[in-house]
């Protein structure tokens, strides 16, 4: 529930403004989901209900995004050398 307030929180100016915005937690990691992804994307799709709106919601890595929902999942290296 607490989840679903911030994320609501944080849309509020930008939905009253007429803009639907896409969401993503960054974290560290890999690729694998982590059991907090499911929780975000749930307050996300709650907060999205509230709002009368799709949202969507991918976790960045240093490496990857992903998608909780889709199982979606996108991997890069680094191209330039450190």
Known sequence: AVR???VE???RPAVDKGVVPLLWLTRR???A???VD???SA???AAGGELGLA???VIVTRRSWHDPRTGVVRTWKRIRVR
């Open 55 to 57: 949202l969507g919601l």
């Open 38 to 40: 499911g929780a975000w």
């Open 33 to 35: 989901p982590h059991d």
């Open 43 to 45: 307050a996300v799709h």
């Open 4 to 6: 679903t307030d911030v």
């Open 9 to 11: 929180a944080m849309l």
């Open 29 to 31: 990691g890999d690729t």
